[in-house]
Protein backbone atom coordinates (compact mmCIF):
# COMPACT_ATOMS: atom_id res chain seq x y z
CA UNK A 1 0.00 0.00 0.00
CA UNK A 2 0.87 3.62 -0.58
CA UNK A 3 2.66 5.35 2.53
CA UNK A 4 4.34 8.63 3.08
CA UNK A 5 6.18 8.90 6.56
CA UNK A 6 7.30 11.24 8.49
CA UNK A 7 8.52 11.05 12.26
CA UNK A 8 6.04 11.61 14.49
CA UNK A 9 8.27 12.21 17.07
CA UNK A 10 8.64 16.14 17.81
CA UNK A 11 12.19 17.34 17.40
CA UNK A 12 13.79 19.52 19.31
CA UNK A 13 16.47 21.64 18.53
CA UNK A 14 18.56 24.72 19.63
CA UNK A 15 18.45 27.85 18.40
CA UNK A 16 21.02 28.32 15.24
CA UNK A 17 21.39 24.91 14.65
CA UNK A 18 20.13 23.67 11.46
CA UNK A 19 16.99 21.69 11.82
CA UNK A 20 16.52 18.26 9.04
CA UNK A 21 13.14 16.71 8.83
CA UNK A 22 12.72 13.36 7.26
CA UNK A 23 9.48 12.49 4.58
CA UNK A 24 10.02 8.82 3.35
CA UNK A 25 7.20 7.23 1.10
CA UNK A 26 6.76 3.76 -0.22
CA UNK A 27 4.66 2.26 -3.23
CA UNK A 28 4.39 6.27 -5.20
CA UNK A 29 6.27 7.53 -8.27
CA UNK A 30 5.39 11.24 -7.26
CA UNK A 31 5.67 13.59 -10.19
CA UNK A 32 6.25 16.56 -7.15
CA UNK A 33 6.85 16.49 -3.13
CA UNK A 34 5.77 19.95 -1.66
CA UNK A 35 6.13 20.66 1.85
CA UNK A 36 3.61 22.45 4.30
CA UNK A 37 4.05 24.03 7.56
CA UNK A 38 1.50 24.35 9.83
CA UNK A 39 0.93 26.66 12.96
CA UNK A 40 -1.82 25.32 15.90
CA UNK A 41 -5.11 26.39 15.27
CA UNK A 42 -4.20 27.34 11.51
CA UNK A 43 -3.74 25.60 7.64
CA UNK A 44 -1.21 24.71 6.59
CA UNK A 45 0.83 27.06 4.21
CA UNK A 46 3.03 25.87 1.31
CA UNK A 47 6.87 26.38 1.44
CA UNK A 48 8.64 24.59 -1.33
CA UNK A 49 8.18 22.36 -4.39
CA UNK A 50 10.61 19.66 -5.75
CA UNK A 51 10.02 18.09 -9.03
CA UNK A 52 10.85 14.78 -9.53
CA UNK A 53 14.13 15.77 -11.80
CA UNK A 54 15.28 18.21 -9.21
CA UNK A 55 17.84 17.27 -7.32
CA UNK A 56 17.05 20.17 -4.88
CA UNK A 57 15.34 23.45 -3.82
CA UNK A 58 16.52 26.08 -2.24
CA UNK A 59 14.43 29.03 -0.57
CA UNK A 60 16.20 31.68 2.00
CA UNK A 61 16.69 29.48 4.68
CA UNK A 62 15.37 26.27 3.85
CA UNK A 63 16.63 23.44 1.29
CA UNK A 64 14.95 20.48 0.56
CA UNK A 65 15.97 17.59 -1.56
CA UNK A 66 14.46 14.93 -3.25
CA UNK A 67 16.09 11.21 -3.75
CA UNK A 68 13.56 9.03 -5.57
CA UNK A 69 16.15 6.05 -5.68
CA UNK A 70 16.03 6.47 -2.01
CA UNK A 71 12.42 7.87 -1.98
CA UNK A 72 12.97 10.41 0.53
CA UNK A 73 12.98 13.73 1.16
CA UNK A 74 14.67 16.06 3.48
CA UNK A 75 13.74 19.07 4.85
CA UNK A 76 16.34 21.72 6.41
CA UNK A 77 15.89 24.85 8.02
CA UNK A 78 19.45 26.46 8.67
CA UNK A 79 20.04 29.11 11.33
CA UNK A 80 16.90 28.06 13.24
CA UNK A 81 15.02 30.44 14.87
CA UNK A 82 12.67 29.81 18.06
CA UNK A 83 9.44 31.42 15.25
CA UNK A 84 10.36 27.94 12.97
CA UNK A 85 8.44 26.19 15.33
CA UNK A 86 5.46 24.25 13.54
CA UNK A 87 4.37 21.45 12.32
CA UNK A 88 6.46 20.51 8.75
CA UNK A 89 4.29 18.69 6.33
CA UNK A 90 5.12 16.89 3.59
CA UNK A 91 3.02 15.73 0.26
CA UNK A 92 3.04 13.69 -2.34
CA UNK A 93 1.59 14.98 -5.81
CA UNK A 94 0.83 11.65 -8.45
CA UNK A 95 0.48 11.31 -12.02
CA UNK A 96 -3.19 11.36 -10.67
CA UNK A 97 -2.87 14.96 -9.25
CA UNK A 98 -3.75 13.96 -6.29
CA UNK A 99 -2.00 15.58 -3.27
CA UNK A 100 -1.54 13.38 -0.45
CA UNK A 101 -0.03 14.66 3.12
CA UNK A 102 2.48 12.64 5.66
CA UNK A 103 1.38 12.49 9.36
CA UNK A 104 3.69 15.66 9.70
CA UNK A 105 6.54 15.85 12.02
CA UNK A 106 6.55 19.30 15.13
CA UNK A 107 9.52 21.10 14.94
CA UNK A 108 10.51 23.05 18.20
CA UNK A 109 13.10 25.15 18.29
CA UNK A 110 14.59 26.66 21.84
CA UNK A 111 16.04 29.92 22.32
CA UNK B 1 -8.57 39.81 2.65
CA UNK B 2 -8.77 36.02 3.36
CA UNK B 3 -7.98 33.98 0.64
CA UNK B 4 -9.82 30.85 1.72
CA UNK B 5 -13.09 31.45 3.95
CA UNK B 6 -14.40 28.70 6.23
CA UNK B 7 -17.60 29.10 8.41
CA UNK B 8 -18.13 28.07 11.26
CA UNK B 9 -14.71 28.16 12.70
CA UNK B 10 -15.98 25.91 15.69
CA UNK B 11 -18.88 24.15 15.44
CA UNK B 12 -20.55 21.61 18.02
CA UNK B 13 -23.41 19.19 18.07
CA UNK B 14 -25.36 16.32 18.70
CA UNK B 15 -24.86 12.89 17.23
CA UNK B 16 -27.66 12.57 15.24
CA UNK B 17 -27.72 15.95 13.62
CA UNK B 18 -26.91 17.63 10.18
CA UNK B 19 -24.44 20.49 9.92
CA UNK B 20 -22.73 22.55 7.28
CA UNK B 21 -19.94 23.80 6.46
CA UNK B 22 -19.43 26.49 4.35
CA UNK B 23 -16.09 27.45 1.89
CA UNK B 24 -15.41 30.64 -0.50
CA UNK B 25 -12.01 31.70 -2.01
CA UNK B 26 -11.49 35.03 -3.33
CA UNK B 27 -8.18 33.76 -5.34
CA UNK B 28 -9.50 32.51 -9.06
CA UNK B 29 -8.72 28.93 -8.78
CA UNK B 30 -10.43 26.73 -10.58
CA UNK B 31 -10.00 23.65 -8.06
CA UNK B 32 -11.63 22.98 -4.18
CA UNK B 33 -10.70 20.76 -2.02
CA UNK B 34 -12.56 19.08 1.55
CA UNK B 35 -9.56 17.81 3.71
CA UNK B 36 -10.17 15.77 7.23
CA UNK B 37 -7.44 16.45 9.91
CA UNK B 38 -8.13 13.75 12.80
CA UNK B 39 -6.98 13.85 16.44
CA UNK B 40 -3.68 12.39 15.02
CA UNK B 41 -3.41 15.36 12.67
CA UNK B 42 -3.13 13.18 9.60
CA UNK B 43 -4.69 15.45 6.55
CA UNK B 44 -6.69 13.18 4.51
CA UNK B 45 -8.44 14.24 1.00
CA UNK B 46 -12.16 14.10 1.12
CA UNK B 47 -13.41 15.66 -2.40
CA UNK B 48 -11.71 17.55 -4.64
CA UNK B 49 -14.33 19.75 -7.40
CA UNK B 50 -12.92 21.00 -10.49
CA UNK B 51 -14.71 23.90 -12.36
CA UNK B 52 -17.90 22.89 -10.22
CA UNK B 53 -17.48 19.29 -10.99
CA UNK B 54 -16.15 15.88 -8.77
CA UNK B 55 -13.12 14.83 -9.45
CA UNK B 56 -11.87 12.95 -6.59
CA UNK B 57 -14.61 11.44 -4.11
CA UNK B 58 -11.71 9.20 -1.49
CA UNK B 59 -14.03 6.26 0.89
CA UNK B 60 -16.03 8.94 2.31
CA UNK B 61 -19.40 8.00 3.58
CA UNK B 62 -22.57 8.90 2.03
CA UNK B 63 -23.66 11.06 4.92
CA UNK B 64 -20.82 13.41 3.72
CA UNK B 65 -21.83 15.94 0.56
CA UNK B 66 -20.21 18.42 -1.03
CA UNK B 67 -22.27 21.02 -3.34
CA UNK B 68 -20.13 23.61 -5.40
CA UNK B 69 -22.76 26.16 -6.63
CA UNK B 70 -20.07 27.87 -8.21
CA UNK B 71 -16.16 27.71 -8.91
CA UNK B 72 -15.87 30.25 -5.89
CA UNK B 73 -17.69 27.93 -3.31
CA UNK B 74 -17.61 24.14 -2.11
CA UNK B 75 -19.66 23.66 0.71
CA UNK B 76 -20.13 20.32 2.87
CA UNK B 77 -22.79 19.05 4.44
CA UNK B 78 -23.17 16.28 6.55
CA UNK B 79 -26.21 14.32 7.70
CA UNK B 80 -26.86 11.82 10.70
CA UNK B 81 -23.38 13.11 12.44
CA UNK B 82 -21.36 10.36 14.22
CA UNK B 83 -18.65 10.97 17.23
CA UNK B 84 -15.99 9.66 14.89
CA UNK B 85 -16.86 12.63 12.20
CA UNK B 86 -15.12 15.22 15.36
CA UNK B 87 -12.00 16.72 13.55
CA UNK B 88 -11.21 20.14 11.52
CA UNK B 89 -12.35 19.84 8.25
CA UNK B 90 -10.15 22.30 6.13
CA UNK B 91 -10.92 23.59 2.70
CA UNK B 92 -8.42 24.58 0.13
CA UNK B 93 -8.06 25.66 -3.55
CA UNK B 94 -5.33 25.60 -6.28
CA UNK B 95 -4.83 26.54 -9.92
CA UNK B 96 -4.90 23.53 -11.90
CA UNK B 97 -3.48 25.67 -15.28
CA UNK B 98 -0.49 27.24 -16.00
CA UNK B 99 1.67 23.37 -16.91
CA UNK B 100 5.03 23.05 -15.34
CA UNK B 101 5.46 26.91 -14.54
CA UNK B 102 2.66 26.06 -11.73
CA UNK B 103 3.59 24.66 -8.47
CA UNK B 104 0.37 23.46 -7.89
CA UNK B 105 0.47 24.52 -4.01
CA UNK B 106 -2.72 24.67 -2.19
CA UNK B 107 -4.38 27.28 -0.26
CA UNK B 108 -5.88 26.22 2.81
CA UNK B 109 -8.55 27.59 5.04
CA UNK B 110 -8.17 28.19 8.74
CA UNK B 111 -10.12 25.11 8.82
CA UNK B 112 -13.30 24.25 10.80
CA UNK B 113 -13.16 22.10 14.34
CA UNK B 114 -16.25 19.96 14.32
CA UNK B 115 -17.40 18.40 17.82
CA UNK B 116 -19.97 15.64 17.91
CA UNK B 117 -21.56 14.93 21.64
Known amino acids: SQKIEQNSEALNIQEGKTATLTCNYTNYSPAYLQWYRQDPGRGPVFLLLIRENEKEKRKERLKVTFDTTLKQSLFHITASQPADSATYLCALRNAGNMLTFGGGTRLMVKP | DTAVSQTPKYLVTQMGNDKSIKCEQN?????MYWYKQDSKKFLKIMFSYNNKELIINETVPNRFSPKSPDKAHLNLHINSLELGDSAVYFC????????????????FGEGSRLTVL
Open chain 2, 92 to 107: ASSRTSGGTANTGELF
Open chain 2, 27 to 31: LGHDT
